[in-house]
């Protein structure tokens, strides 16, 4: 089993910048890939970046350039940097872990709103 419990979520205001930090905690040793989700109110959650085990990063689209994922292995910790945030970054943003044998685990939400 796996814990993910997300932190430093919050409102900032547009062009600003916020870290979400996730740590987990169990099985940690089963981690293969950790990343990041949002789901924004009305809509389907969707992957913002992950990184694998070997720091290899994937962004969506939409944060490319703005968002930085990083991982801390000894800390068992996966980070979220945004800068420029916009309006429609508004969302909860969700921490997942993918074990090696495919299950995928949540955390609990961290909300980031941002104001224009």
């Known amino acids: 089993q796996l814990q993910l419990v997300e932190s430093g979520g919050g409102l900032v205001q547009a062009g600003g910048s916020l870290r979400l930090s996730c740590v987990a905690s169990g099985n940690t040793f089963s981690i293969n890939t950790m990343g990041w989700y949002r789901q924004a109110p009305g809509k389907q959650r969707d992957l913002v970046a992950r990184?694998?085990?070997?720091?290899?990063?994937n962004y969506a689209d939409s944060v490319k350039g703005r968002f930085t994922i990083s991982r801390d292995t000894a800390k068992n910790t996966v980070y979220l940097q945004m800068n420029s945030l916009k309006p429609e970054d508004t969302a909860v943003y969700y921490c997942?872990?993918?074990?090696?044998?495919?299950?995928?685990?949540w955390g609990q939400g961290a909300p980031v709103t941002v104001s224009s």
């Open positions: 997942t872990a993918v074990a090696y044998r495919g299950r995928t685990y």
């Open positions: 990184i694998t085990n070997t720091d290899s990063p």
